[in-house]
């Protein structure tokens, strides 16, 4: 294309090429830009049944119109008066099942391809939770490593009481890392709701069943951050559990790698520690923020009809066992059982419930200690 000169040094091309980003970004009509060899072969399905419709709507309309046209009443036109032909039914017949057999090809193979999770070079449990992802490397570099992954967008801009970020409902705290290039199994399950595990630019969407395992795989072929969303209606918060997935080279894996481990090391907590009141709420404070706060609010008032309030709640204020056995085993369906966090953690969040709000020196066993809460695993 031939530059044209807009003045000050601006180019139609030059402005062209800064505007193309942006409205990719603000207008996107198509799939997301594929990564992974599958998602490439879903994206050529997707066009390649596009153009197939497309054909079908114009032969078929187009003859449909032309006969219309040509063959109308003002024109002297008589209708034919054979009442069936086997060349015309043979056809019509014929052509459909070809079209069905050619679109069915290419999509059975990449279906296949899609369900082969064999030789990884590293699986990962990723654990759907209300609301939020927890994820454990079970096999491969990273062995060991699991964190939860949760939403970081402040509530303010969910209230629209601020401006919105520009990952807004798509950021989280701690984001999966896997290397480039390698194949990685995603293996699934839930903790409470059906789930699902979807990242569009990886081709890629598996359901998280409770009590079920389920598996899929990717292969990224381009370091980069690529997000993606919980694709199964699973309670008030469905929106607000995103995926992030950071791909690095293999060489800065392998420092994440270690890096987070040495981080995971020096956070370990010592369950058998006896913890100051007010060192336990404090703790106690993040960990009902980060888990809690979605259903029962940070004021502890619940939400009436669905979610109670556990500011002056009876379970709160008895016997430190009775709320134990609810965090460790789950309640009804609302309450899902949370022994995936760590036993300061849980002891923690106790403590804080029961000194918080109006519920400070109103009941019972206002300290709950990690060690009550290793004894109630048992």
């Known amino acids: 294309m031939q530059k044209q000169s807009l003045g000050k040094g601006l180019t139609l091309a030059a ?40 054909v079908i709507f114009v032969v078929v ?11 109308r009443k003002s024109k002297g036109a008589k209708p034919a ?19 069905v057999i050619g679109m069915a090809l290419p999509a059975t193979k990449t279906v296949v391809a899609m369900k082969d999770t064999s030789n990884a070079d590293l699986t990962i449990k990723a654990i759907g939770y209300q609301w939020k992802w927890g994820y ?23 209230n629209n009481q601020a401006a919105k970020g520009e990952n807004y409902l798509m950021e989280v705290d701690n984001v999966l ?14 903790n409470d709701v059906i789930h699902a595990w979807m990242i569009p630019a990886f081709g890629v969407k598996q359901d998280a069943i409770p009590g079920f395992v389920r598996d899929t795989w990717f292969k990224a072929e381009q370091v980069g ?66 888990n809690c706060a979605a259903c029962h609010q940070a004021t502890g008032k619940g939400l ?10 009876k379970v709160v204020l008895g016997a430190k066992d009775g709320q134990i056995g609810v965090l460790l085993n789950g309640q009804g369906a609302g309450m899902p059982a949370w022994k995936q966090l ?5 002891a923690s969040v106790i403590t804080y419930t029961r000194a918080a709000w109006g519920n400070q020196g109103k009941g019972a066993d206002p300290v709950v200690q990690p060690a009550d809460i290793t004894a109630a695993r048992k």
């Open 225 to 290: 951050t690529y997000r993606g969303q919980c694709a199964e209606l699973c309670g008030k918060d469905h929106a607000f559990m995103p995926i992030v997935v950071e791909v690095k080279s293999e060489a800065d894996y392998s420092k994440w790698v270690a890096e987070k481990k040495k981080e995971m090391a020096a956070k370990a907590d010592d369950p058998t520690k006896v913890w100051v009141a007010a060192d336990l709420v404090a703790r106690g404070e993040k960990v009902y923020a980060s």
């Open 61 to 71: 309309f187009g003859v449909m119109f032309y006969s219309i046209y040509a063959h």
């Open 15 to 54: 402005l062209l090429s800064a505007a193309i980003p942006a409205l990719a970004v603000e207008q996107q009509y198509n799939l997301a830009p594929p990564v992974t060899e599958i998602a490439r072969q879903i994206y050529d399905l997707h066009t390649l049944m596009l153009v197939i419709c497309l």
């Open 304 to 313: 009436p009809g669905a979610f109670p309030a556990l500011d002056g709640d």
């Open 177 to 190: 890392v896997v290397p480039v290039n390698k194949k990685v199994r995603i293996v699934t399950t839930a």
């Open 342 to 346: 760590s036993d300061v953690e849980i």
């Open 81 to 99: 008066s054979f009442h069936e032909s086997t060349t015309v039914e043979i056809i019509w017949t014929v052509i459909p099942f070809l079209i």
């Open 136 to 158: 454990e490397y079970l096999k491969g570099e990273g062995e060991g490593i699991g964190f939860v992954s949760t939403l970081t967008t402040p509530r303010e801009q969910v």
